[in-house]
């Protein structure tokens, strides 16, 4: 079904030539090939330019930033040398960890300090050694006032989750913390959305910055085709089958609503699907991480997905999304269909309902405006919305025409990397 000419080799962690402690820490944690805002970013953090790099949520920011961050820190020197900022106490936890786990072995100290924990054993660590310091912006301020954190030293700041920090009301306290750091130093942004108050901020407190942007637009609701089909639960299998047989897929994005049925419906499909896999939290991060990179380069042509899992997919070459469940709302269908078909392809997206699905369906329709075009009966009968010539004509010949291939040249590693 797939070619290897579609393969978008990505860089791996062994092509960078990074210290043998950090390579083998990143080793361990299960990463080979780079994300793409990891191979975007780190010839940029790594030449000491500011940042401005804008990629989905599990894109895999941390290390980006975290693995160069680490290269920089003189562990000789006992000073806060990196200061990253989050804006919660979860983010900070997890950060610290990614840090550790990835710069232990070079002698790198990371801390985190954030509110509702005691002041008084974060200021005893800071007094004895930290090289990176991971905080939330309340409690850092109120370090900093009190003396025990010192950032004279301090040679890269990170403001992480950036949109989250400003839309959680820290723009005055960022640009306090920034205002304190006067000598040179090197200043990165991470953020998943970009709005005006981040352009601000980077245009007043960042040097020359760069940007990377690797956020993939959504396909708005009117570029897919959104087919329907009615089925009692128990012919969804053969009916999936079918389709699947008969239609030209690329790539295929099956979501289930439940764990369980991820694993079910993985059973039964694998005896017949080649290069089918599954996903869902219930597998283990090293697990997880091996299908988003077998996914990614196309090794994998079938996967089933619950929508937690599937927010780390990369959707470049999804040709069809299979609603196996009925997504409850209209925010989570656009998020489910709205990435596929990338490269200038039209999306498609099939439902399978159920009598249950029915009231829901009618305000997905009404809330989204599609029009819907159905393989068989449609059950919404007269309250269905008027069918349109176009729909009627799609409705004889679900069997769409070939989706273009992404040719070779489409996938130079600059478009790749959406380096602006
Ligand atoms: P983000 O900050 O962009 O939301 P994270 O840094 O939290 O994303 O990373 C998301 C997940 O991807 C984490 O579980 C992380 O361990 C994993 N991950 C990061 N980089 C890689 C990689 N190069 N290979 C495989 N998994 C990775
Ligand atoms: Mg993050």
Not at 280 to 302: D, F, P, V
Request: glycine residues 6%; aromatic residues 6%.
């Amino acid at each position: 079904m797939l070619s290897k000419e579609n393969e978008t080799p990505y860089m791996k962690f062994s092509e960078l030539n990074l210290p043998p402690d950090i390579l083998k820490s990143i080793v361990a944690l299960g990463y080979d090939e780079m994300t793409p805002v990891q191979e975007a970013t780190y010839p940029i953090i790594s030449a000491g330019h500011d940042l401005c790099a804008l990629a989905e949520t599990g894109s895999g920011k941390t290390a980006a930033c975290s693995i160069p961050l680490i290269q920089k820190i003189d562990t000789t020197l006992n000073a806060i040398q990196g200061l990253v900022i989050v804006p919660t106490r979860e983010l900070c936890i997890q950060y610290v960890n990614e840090i550790y786990k990835i710069g232990a072995k070079s002698g790198v100290v990371p801390f985190g300090v954030y509110g509702g924990f005691s002041k008084g054993i974060q200021v005893a660590k800071l007094n004895h050694e930290v090289h990176i310091l991971v905080a939330t912006p309340g409690r850092l301020i109120d370090l900093m006032y009190e003396g025990a954190v010192r950032l004279s030293q301090t040679k890269c700041v990170v403001l992480d989750e950036a949109d989250e920090l400003l839309q959680t009301g820290f723009l005055e306290d960022i640009e306090f913390i920034l205002s304190c750091i006067i000598q040179e130093h090197q200043t990165l942004l991470f953020a998943a959305t970009m709005d005006d108050d981040i352009k601000r901020l980077v245009d007043k407190n960042f040097r020359d910055p760069r940007h990377i942007s690797l956020i993939q637009e959504r396909l708005s609701p009117e570029s897919i085709e959104h087919y329907f089909e009615y089925v009692h639960p128990k012919n969804k299998q053969s009916k999936l089958m079918r389709h699947l047989k008969g239609e030209d897929t690329q790539q295929v994005l099956i979501f289930c609503n439940a764990r369980h049925k991820v694993d079910s419906l993985f059973r039964n499909m694998k005896k017949e699907v080649d290069n089918i896999e599954y996903i869902h939290a219930g597998l283990s991060q090293e697990k997880r991480s091996s299908i988003y990179r077998n996914y990614r380069s196309n090794k994998i042509s079938c996967l089933i997905a619950t929508d937690v899992a599937g927010r780390g997919l990369d959707f470049s070459n999804v040709s069809h999304v299979i609603n196996w469940d009925f997504p409850g709302d209209g925010e989570q269908y656009t998020h489910r269909t709205g990435r596929s078909g990338r490269m200038g392809r039209k999306g498609k997206a099939l439902t399978f309902l159920t009598k249950r699905d029915l009231p829901q369906l009618k305000k997905l329709i009404r809330k989204l405006k599609i029009t819907p075009l159905w393989i068989g009966e449609n059950p919404l009968g007269k309250d269905a919305p008027p069918k349109d010539e176009k729909t009627q004509k799609k409705k004889r010949h679900y069997r769409p025409s070939r989706n273009r291939r992404p040719k070779s040249s489409e996938k130079t590693g600059a478009s790749r990397r959406g380096e602006r």
